[in-house]
């Protein structure tokens, strides 16, 4: 899971490698230290954060805070992902670095649970889209569906509130 914070769930005493080896350790997951150091190396690699391994979290900026956190997510190659708003604290440079990040998975067929508002990543990412309103599905659909015809007043208002682009 990729939680909206990053900050919040990266433990602030730790180095980006440790953190993401910490997971690895809980599930006796890559025993060898070359091998767990490679695949650290990895990850931290295909989220743009290789020259990083040895900083604290407090040196990154939110966006490479967001990427580590990826990067954790991903230690386990997990079926699936879940995201929680994982742009909303970001600006808008650091959420484009964020999103690449999440657009890459998507086409590498990473299967993602992403609760967002940007509208344009979904309608570019997604194969499947939930219209959650006041707690509730409102409308669901693929992305043609969504967009190109949505059913509920509400989901109409959204789009055309700004938050399409």
Do not use: W
Not at 83 to 93: G, K
Request: aromatic residues 6%; glycine residues 8%; proline residues 5%.
């Amino acid at each position: 899971m990729v939680f909206q914070d990053p900050y919040a769930s990266l433990d602030p005493r730790m180095t980006v490698s440790d953190i993401i080896a910490e997971g690895m350790d809980v599930h006796h997951l890559y025993q060898n230290k070359a091998e767990r150091a490679e695949k650290i190396y990895g990850l931290l690699e295909k989220v743009g954060l290789a020259e990083k391994k040895d900083e604290y979290p407090c040196r990154l900026s939110g966006g490479q805070q967001q990427r580590v956190a990826i990067a954790r997510a991903l230690m386990r190659d997990p079926k699936v992902m879940l995201f929680d708003e994982p742009t909303s604290a970001l600006d808008p440079q650091l959420t484009g670095e964020v999103l690449a990040i999440m657009q890459q998975l998507a086409a590498e067929h990473r299967t993602m649970v992403v609760v967002t508002h940007e509208m344009s990543f979904a309608r570019g990412a997604a194969n499947r889209i939930l219209y959650v309103n006041g707690g509730l599905i409102a409308e669901e659909g693929t992305p043609e569906e969504i967009f190109g015809a949505p059913k509920t007043a509400e989901l109409r208002a959204f789009l055309g509130s700004g938050f399409e682009d």
